[in-house]
């Protein structure tokens, strides 16, 4: 009679897993070079593509991930619509569970209304779409998944990115994508690119490393539109509600991060 034979230790579906994580770290560093380089062509290839388009215009979905002084992890999620007429217009909007928000910017003047409050603000920022987004930032109100509405999203990503891999392919909605993946100094990020004559971002994730519990913010973008297949839009604000302006600075939970979340504090 044949003599069962005891297997103690690692079990073998653990050693298949641990073998195939082996097999995918054990790159040459000319496949290494290699994968970088096709990464970088259609990374470029993307934001070449961008900023061919005189229009743009897509709906997107976020998620931004907070986490909790109990290490709780919790997600806010948001959608909404972006147009965008280069160099220097743009309309967004967003909803989410803590404000309806709309973004306005003719060239000259940028407009925040926030539509349950029925308040709005203005500022003169003359210039272009990107300066706009450097002022954003400065103010601490930054235009969801900006780095890929400026005018060279390839420089914007690159300029502090070490080893970025091309991972293949993935499906992001139904559309099949190419999926790249880079790290800098404090965050990962990943993009997946449509596949074929239209390589528009399909999705951006980035994961802050440096936050306890690594949290990530991420943007799935849909109901793609360029150059004639955008809707004909007017930049201008036209206060149809007869909201009370304000302040920027006083308009209420106009941010993804509403403030009943205090960054480092006890809520």
Same mark, same amino acid.
């Given at each position: 009679m044949r003599s069962v034979r005891k297997v103690t230790g690692t079990p073998v579906a653990s050693l298949s897993a641990a073998a195939f994580a082996l097999i995918l770290c054990a790159t040459t560093p000319q496949q290494a070079l290699a994968d970088q380089a096709d990464a970088e062509r259609l990374l470029k290839g993307m934001s070449d593509y961008l900023a061919d388009q005189k229009a743009i215009s897509f709906d997107y979905d976020t998620n931004l991930e907070i986490v909790t002084t109990d290490l709780q992890k919790l997600a806010l999620a948001s959608s909404g619509a972006i147009t965008v007429n280069q160099p220097? &217009?743009?309309r967004a909007s967003r909803t989410g569970g803590f404000a309806d928000v709309e973004l306005v910017f003719d060239g000259k003047t940028l407009t925040l209304l926030g539509k349950t409050a029925n308040l709005y603000g203005q500022a003169e920022v003359p210039g272009t779409i990107d300066q706009l987004i450097d002022e954003l930032r400065d103010n601490g109100r930054p235009v969801p998944g900006?780095? @890929? @509405?400026? !005018?060279?999203? #390839?420089? *914007? @990503?690159? !300029?502090s990115a070490v080893d970025l891999k091309d991972l293949g392919s993935g499906v992001i909605g139904g559309v099949e994508c190419d999926h790249l993946a880079a790290r800098t100094s404090e965050v990962d990020w990943q993009i997946w690119i449509a596949q074929g004559d239209r390589p #528009?971002?399909?999705?951006?994730? =980035? *994961? !802050?490393?440096?936050? *306890?519990?690594?949290?990530? #913010? !991420? =943007?799935?973008? &849909?109901?793609?539109?360029?150059g004639d297949e955008v809707a004909s839009v007017d930049f201008a604000f036209a206060n149809t509600t007869n909201a009370q302006l304000k302040d920027l600075s006083d308009l209420p939970d106009m941010d993804e991060l509403p403030g009943i979340f205090a960054v480092g504090g006890a809520q």
């Open positions: 220097d &217009k743009i900006a780095d @890929l @509405l400026v !005018s060279d999203v #390839y420089d *914007t @990503l690159m !300029s #528009y971002p399909c999705r951006y994730v =980035v *994961t !802050s490393r440096m936050v *306890t519990g690594a949290p990530e #913010y !991420s =943007v799935d973008i &849909k109901n793609w539109k360029a």
